[in-house]
């Protein structure tokens, strides 16, 4: 599935960079049923606790999936899913202790060796993702006066 972005804006870095380390939030309305998207990224040098954290929320509920970066070797990934029950929510909590890194290598040696089933996304996918994110550069870029070329320039 492909998502087109409708409506976009990009802040900046969000505190000085001689104070703190640059910020990006970008919201978005996507065509794909009007979602609107979040996307916001924080910066520390050698934090040792960095997560990256995936959330989805709808009328039905919530999932969250918490991995570390690749080079934290054996950092557990966590689904979360909060659903709502009688006037409540109840939250389940699945940890995974394998890499997340190590599962996406399987799955692509699995792909290529075996000739099982394609990844869901597939190049389309990867070159929407690409156009979003130089459109995203594109928005910075022009908000804080600089310059920009190439593919992101047209995007």
């Known amino acids: 599935m ?3 972005i409708v409506e976009m804006t990009a802040g900046g870095a969000l505190a000085a960079p001689d104070v703190f380390q640059p910020s990006v939030q970008v919201s978005a309305v996507v065509s794909a049923g009007g979602a609107q998207t979040v996307l916001a990224w924080h910066y520390l040098e ?3 606790a960095y997560r990256e954290i995936l959330t989805v929320h709808d009328t039905r509920g919530s999932m969250k999936v918490a991995f ?17 029950s009688a006037n409540r ?6 940890p995974s202790t394998t890499s997340s890194f190590e599962n996406e290598l399987v799955e692509f040696h699995r792909v290529v060796t ?3 089933a394609a990844p869901i996304a597939g190049v389309p996918e990867r070159r929407a ?10 928005r910075l870029a022009e908000r804080e006066g600089v310059p920009i070329g190439g593919e992101a320039a047209a995007a």
């Open 68 to 84: 570390a970066t690749p080079d934290m070797l054996n950092a557990p990934t966590r689904l979360e899913v909060v659903e709502p």
């Open 89 to 94: 929510e109840t939250r389940s909590t699945y």
């Open 129 to 138: 993702d690409f156009i979003t994110s130089q459109r995203i550069r594109r």
């Open 114 to 116: 075996t000739g099982g």
């Open 2 to 4: 492909t998502f087109g």
């Open 46 to 48: 050698n934090y040792p």
